[in-house]
């Protein structure tokens, strides 16, 4: 159980256009996920946190209107990468919680953005 | 804001050979969670800790919450090359619930 799943897993796109990932709980409900962004060989950091039907909270630093999330159901959550740059290149990887206890995180395979 | 740090930053080891890890913090921590990370994929949970002093095990991997609850030490007995990879241990943020603070993880490649 606890699975979490996202596609894709690889976008390339040029800049200046939207991207859209999401992010699945396949055998289990989730009010609350989280989306983080890892560099290559750096750990991961916390961008948001998406709550289902109301909006998401961003981490200090993250901008609300380049990252928009949506969390429409308790299964999924998307991350939209508006108007996207090279910079914004990354590992996009959400998470999720069962609930059962509290900080035990299960992540998705995690979404790689090249932005040319 | 809190931080967890970890060492040794990277490790080549033989295979067979038994490793070790920690992660400290400057500030103290109820959970402390271990999680393994392989190239291109999310991490995935191996040990969750609750309580200062718990030693908890997972096949060859074992655990342990720091009693002063600011560290947390992960051993690896009899590494094998499906071992390698980058393990990172985790907390739960002060008042942040969920929000995990991970640490500055651990690569670690084993030799045949």
């Known amino acids: 159980g606890a699975v979490v799943s996202q596609h894709p897993s690889r976008v390339i796109c040029k800049s200046g256009t939207s991207v859209k990932i999401e992010c699945r709980s396949l055998?289990?409900?989730?009010?609350?996920m989280f989306w983080y962004r890892q560099f290559p060989k750096q750990s991961l950091m916390l961008m948001a946190t998406s709550n289902e039907g109301s909006k998401a909270t961003y981490e200090q630093g993250v901008e609300k209107d380049k990252f928009l999330i949506n969390h429409a159901s308790l299964t999924l959550s998307t991350l939209t990468v508006t108007s996207a740059h090279p910079e914004d290149s990354s590992f996009y990887i959400c998470?999720?919680?069962?609930?059962?206890?509290?900080?035990?995180?299960?992540f998705g395979e995690g979404s790689r953005l090249t932005v040319l | 804001g809190q931080q967890l740090n970890q060492s040794p930053q990277s490790m080549f080891i033989q295979e067979g050979e038994d490793v070790s890890m920690n992660c400290t913090s400057s500030?103290?921590?109820?959970?402390w969670l271990w999680y393994k990370q392989e190239p291109g994929e999310g991490p995935v949970l191996l040990i969750a800790l609750y309580k200062a002093g718990e030693l908890t095990s997972n096949g060859r991997l074992t655990a342990q919450f720091g009693i002063t609850r600011k560290d947390s030490f992960l051993n690896i007995s009899a590494s094998i090359p499906s071992d390698v990879g980058i393990y990172f241990c985790?907390?739960?943020?002060?008042?942040?619930?969920?929000?995990?603070?991970f640490g500055t993880g651990t690569q670690l490649k084993v030799e045949l």
């Open positions: 055998d289990f409900q989730a009010t609350t």
């Open positions: 985790a907390g739960p943020r002060a008042g942040g619930g969920n929000k995990l603070t």
């Open positions: 500030s103290i921590f109820n959970t």
């Open positions: 998470s999720a919680t069962t609930g059962d206890h509290t900080g035990e995180l299960f």
